[in-house]
């Protein structure tokens, strides 16, 4: 009905985002703040992408986001926040004395939040490594505090310098000649993919910086973030079309001229995309890059996905934990990541927090990862529809998910009262994620040139952004949505406002 009524519409916008992720109404929110008439097209009828929630009766459960850090005055995501208009919303401190319980051979450590107060904790368990341990929270500390560097440098979207070319795993090992003390400060790592062969060391020091200054979650789910973002572009005059699933690029010129979506056009002097660089490449006609780019891009590896075990618990069953647990079967952290597809070796136990007044829990999430090999075989189906033996398979994965957990929560079983589980399918399908990839395209420190991608594409008025090019998750995703913007408006205009 919408495609008959509106056929052949065409609306003109200084700036077309396409996708309504973070990083799609960040740049949104940006842009309408600076003036531009911005129209945000996205394909879900909800906003937010890997922020999205969804209700079950009286759960709200998260689908990707579960914490942010660095939220505290003059801290990394701080400044970002202030901006965007995001530090009103619910967001609840996680315990400052453990906010991640690291579960390595049957024994509990914790990474503390301040950098101090994290070298202390730490050292009580490695007595013999306290220089080491305050080794690496200097540095650390150091690369958080030069984050707005970043934004003041010429190559700032670039990435191409010595942090990103430095393999994490290396500097680990450079920094301690204790295995086990490595593991466990990269325990609380699986908001990234620990590949000890490609991990950049930027990406590990400054997403472990930022929940080393201060870790938050956010109370009803990260779906505030989104709408948050998505009333202030409405009030600033943009436009925000759910259920906007953006079909084909029009080339003309070497530039966009037109971007199709439920039979409407909307032609922009700027069109930026918030999909993977693959997704946008397949929007366009063949011949708008050269070849050779476009193989590279479209053969560009992923991360692994994530399998998630949502539970709904038992009514005033299960107290609340303010901390994230990260618990190993017995691999390293950096080899879970390679981890042969029928073991689970790792789970992440994160607890909802709280309504007002009760001490207990709705929900828990565990997540563990799962490539995209795990579910290639059910590729060509679509959600609800892809059989008796993917229903199986996901029963069987929740259920070591589960025993796992009760590791820690030996009464959970007994507090359950629903499973729901999300594969690395469901975020194929309901958020276009390429092999459902939990963090975007793996950038490679041995390859910085080939898989950090800058904003800028082939095509003059077409701008990427989003998790993909450089620093994936919410701090990464904020970030780049300025280094997007700024190929538009020039990045001192932004920096004057954000340090204002
Ligand atoms: C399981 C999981 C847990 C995570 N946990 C955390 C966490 O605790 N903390 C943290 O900081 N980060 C976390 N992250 C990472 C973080 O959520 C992401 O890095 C970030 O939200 C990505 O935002 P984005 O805008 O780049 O992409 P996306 O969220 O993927 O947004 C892309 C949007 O584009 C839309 N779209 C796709 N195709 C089209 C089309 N053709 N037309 C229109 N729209 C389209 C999609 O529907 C989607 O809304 C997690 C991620 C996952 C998967």
Known sequence: MRNELYQNKVSDYDIIIIGGGLGGLECGYILARKGYSVCVLEKNPQIGGCLQTFRRGRTTFDTGFHYVGGLD????????????????LPWRKMDENGFAEIILHGKSYFLASGHERFVDTLSREFPDQRRQIATYAAFLKQVGDNIMNRFSSESGDAFTDGLFERSAYEFLQETTGNSLLRDVLSGASLTMELNPETLPLYMFAQINNSFIQSAWRLEGGGGQIAESLAESIRKMGGVVHTNAAVTGLTVKDGKISGVRFCG?????KYVISDLHPASTIALLPETAFRKAYRNRIMQLPNTFGVFTTHLQLKENTVPYLNRNIFLYRGQSPWYVATQRADDTEVALITFQTPKAG?????????????????????????AGRRGEEYRDFKLKKAEECIALAEKRLPELRGQIAQIYTSTPLSYRDYNGTREGSAYGIRKDCRHIIYTVLTPQTQIRNLLLTGQNLNLHGVLGVSMTAFFTCARITGMETLLNELNR
Do not use: C, K
């Open 358 to 382: 009760t001490a207990y829990t709705d929900n828990i999430d565990i997540l563990t990862p799962m490539r995209w090999q795990e579910v290639a075989q059910w590729a060509d189906t679509s």
């Open 73 to 88: 005055e003059g801290q990394s995501l701080h400044r970002l926040f202030r901006y965007f208009g995001l530090l009103d």
């Open 264 to 268: 409407e056009e909307a032609r922009g």
